[in-house]
């Protein structure tokens, strides 16, 4: 009896289909990726079964750390040179050209006005060590309501969205309510997680 | 697996020295593994999915002459306090007193059932908004109707109406619970609003009998 001959096939594989769909689903998640801007503090946000997207533009974001710190952030770069040049004017603080580009391009920061200064000043890698105090927004000194006010006079137009830790406690946020509300913001949001209804 | 062969041109043992010819199969393994690399880096790094928001409506301030008068029977009174606890009340129509406090939680079976039930004997057809979430489901209502007719159910005047008031001790997580029981609920009209001195004391005082008797879970 003959041996069958099974004939010897070649083992490489024709890749090209692979690479095609592996570099198609890379342009798709670098197109679709949106690096996490670096936070000055980590917020575990409250879950809950609200599904109101975040705008993508036009958003004024004020975080609210677990230990009762206020932040303040921006969006627009342009939005934020014209912003520190007014609290500039009104609280007697000169910033030079670099100093506003530069704010500019920062995240959220939480510290008094007087302090702003000389964190613009430090590289990016040393900011996230700045003893960040917070915004103060108490009555006796609402520093808070002025970049609230002053942002609304550079841009009327800017949604107000509260990025509050789960343990923030309830008089800092009645505190930025109230600050709020004397600056005539009445709507705003809460970034939240999502959930499902039970 | 290298297929580009460094050919040398051939042997040069007379003759003309013809090129050899070259494949023109290039390896794509390394090319490969880098894009599967950088895909993985991608899908690690990206977010997708936005962050949700829950929208919250205050009252302008400072306009006294601007109070709307609403039926004592049909508020509830809502505290929220420290341990995730959540006292409430309904008040005397006569009096303005309390009526018998209760003390509950965020659970499912805490607060929503009494919520759902008070709702639901004030609006009897407010089952309804979930019948209309399961047409426009299917498709057999537009989004613009669904919306209009639970934004009719949710206005009802003879609604619940909940006045939410949080203490020192409440969490942000809380104002966000009780929102979302809000949602859940389809509660149309709340509001919140600073708290007095007599509740404080209501609270102090009930969590002291509370721990009295030996109940508090938390």
């Known amino acids: 009896m003959a041996k069958v001959k099974v004939p010897r096939k070649s083992t490489s594989v024709d890749m090209t289909a692979m690479t095609d769909v592996a570099f198609l689903l890379l342009t798709f998640f670098m197109l679709a990726t949106q690096f996490k801007p670096d936070e000055p503090v980590q917020v575990i946000t409250p879950a809950s079964v609200a599904e109101i997207p975040l705008p993508d533009v036009d958003v004024m974001l004020i975080t609210i750390s677990n230990d009762n710190k206020v932040f303040f952030d921006l969006q627009g770069e342009h939005y934020k040179k014209t912003l520190l040049e ?26 008094p006005i007087a302090q702003l200064k000389q964190y613009i000043n430090l590289s990016p890698e040393k900011r996230g060590s700045f003893p960040s105090a917070g915004i103060p927004c108490d009555s006796l000194q609402n520093e808070l309501g002025d970049w609230v006010w002053q942002s609304r006079l550079t841009n009327n137009s800017f949604r107000v969205a509260i990025k509050g830790d789960r ?12 600050t709020l509300q004397d600056k005539d913001v009445n709507r705003f949001n809460f970034i939240t997680s999502m959930e499902s209804a039970q | 697996m290298s297929e580009i062969e460094g050919g040398g041109g051939g042997k040069k043992k007379g003759g003309k020295p013809h090129g050899k010819k070259l494949s023109t199969r290039v390896d794509f393994t390394p ?14 790094t990206t977010s997708l999915n936005k962050p949700k928001t829950m929208e919250l409506n205050m009252p302008v301030k400072e306009k006294p002459d601007d109070i709307t008068a609403v039926k004592v029977s049909q508020t509830v009174t809502i505290l929220l306090t420290g341990n995730n606890q959540v006292m409430y009340y309904f008040s005397d129509p006569v009096t303005l007193d309390p009526m018998t406090p209760q003390i509950t939680d965020f659970s499912a079976g805490g607060i929503r059932p009494m919520l759902l039930r008070e709702n639901k004997k004030r609006v009897p057809n407010i089952d309804s908004i979930q019948v209309y979430k399961d047409l426009y489901k299917v498709s057999r209502m537009t989004e613009v109707d669904m919306k209009a007719n639970i934004a009719r159910l949710k206005a009802d005047v003879e609604g619940l109406i909940v006045i939410i008031k949080a203490d020192d001790n409440a969490k942000f997580s809380n104002i966000v619970d009780i929102l979302d029981e809000m949602l859940i609920c389809n509660i149309g009209r709340y509001a919140i609003v600073d708290i007095s001195d007599p509740e404080i004391e209501l609270i102090k005082s009930s969590a002291a009998s509370l721990k009295a008797a030996g109940t508090v879970n938390n």
């Open chain 1, 167 to 178: 343990d923030v406690s309830y008089p800092t946020i009645k505190q930025v309510i109230n």
């Open chain 2, 31 to 44: 090319m490969v593994d880098l894009g599967f690399l950088l895909i993985t880096f991608f899908m690690l």
């Open chain 1, 86 to 111: 007014k609290m500039g004017v009104k609280y007697s603080i000169v910033f030079t050209e670099d100093e506003k580009t530069k704010f500019s391009q920062m995240s959220s920061f939480g510290m």
